[in-house]
């Protein structure tokens, strides 16, 4: 299916020089007395790598056929991660950079969303929010409040994150996976 540039939406997946690209951004442009051109920041699916075009208003784009599947993750084998369809149990692989700064957020028993290109992985959507342990921080000031400095604290996960200073060891916290950064206790 083929749209025109001037129809480019943030998010929208499609097909530039061949291979599958993310729409991060756009800026509709028409300068005083020339033709009216549509700015793309662009990522690639498969690498990660940004990158900016510029398309004339009249271009046509390819919209990229991405299928989406549930996969619940299974287990990790060195560089390899394993997971398993929901829908028919079949079982697949991903590398580490396949699922690039995702990789340290797997948890056994996970359920994500996976984006499929030509029958291949090539990317996944995590939740919007993750639980883990506290298993190492420093203990808990007696001063400590909400609105008190952060510390750092060293995640079930093996991922360091800055949390409230009235947070103990052996506690669970809610993450979110996009920033890295505390939400709040899980309950």
Known sequence: MSIAATDLRRGMAIMFNGEPVRVIEFHHHTPGNL?????????????????????????????ADLETHELDYLYTDGDMY??????????????????????????????????????????????????????DTSPVMKSATKTASTKPAKLNNGVTINVPEFIKTGESVRVNPQTGEYLDRAK
């Not at 929901?86 to 984006?115: F, H």
């Open 35 to 63: 033709r009216a051109m549509v700015q793309a920041k662009l990522k690639r699916l498969k690498t990660g790598i940004t990158l900016e075009h510029r398309f004339r208003a009249g271009d046509t784009i390819d919209v």
């Open 82 to 135: 394993h997971f398993m369809n929901t829908e028919n149990y079949e079982q697949m692989a991903m590398s580490a950079t396949t699922l690039g700064d995702d990789a340290k957020w797997m948890a056994p028993g996970m359920r994500i969303v996976a984006e499929f290109f030509e029958g291949h992985p090539i990317g996944i959507e995590l939740p919007n929010s993750l639980t883990f342990e506290v298993v």
